[in-house]
């Protein structure tokens, strides 16, 4: 499986950005898909995931409200709509896919390169 995530760059604060993150190598539906970020000197923390079977979505309290993920399964792909950026949200974004029917931080088996995403103030 591969994953490839676009779409980051450069937004003043109040801006929106939309990423994308295509797979390829297996079938999309045997995945739910994540999105997860890791800023300077922090660790990598959980973004966003949405499940492949129920559609499910899930967010981080400090995204809810301005982020929403969603896929486009006949393009194998998954977005994060991002909207009112702060400069806190500034981190290179990382997608990744888990397996139907597991859960957990652990189960993502697969990761895309990341798409760095900054907001200024």
């Known amino acids: 499986v591969q994953l490839q995530a676009s779409g980051g760059g450069l937004v003043q604060a109040g801006g929106s950005l939309r990423l994308s993150c295509a797979l390829s190598g297996r079938t999309f539906n045997r995945y739910n898909m994540g999105w997860f970020r890791q800023a300077p000197g922090k660790e990598r923390e959980f973004v966003a995931s949405?499940?492949?079977?129920?559609?499910?979505?899930d967010y981080a309290d400090s995204v809810k409200g301005r982020f929403t993920i969603s896929r486009d399964s006949a393009k194998n792909t998954v977005h994060l709509q991002m909207i009112s950026l702060k400069p806190e949200d500034t981190a290179v974004y990382y997608c990744?896919?888990?397996?139907?029917?597991?859960?957990?931080?652990?189960?993502?088996?697969?990761w895309g390169q990341g798409t760095l995403v900054t907001v200024s103030s």
């Open positions: 949405i499940k492949f079977t129920s559609g499910t979505t």
């Open positions: 990744a896919a888990q397996p139907v029917g597991s859960s957990g931080f652990s189960a993502y088996e697969y």
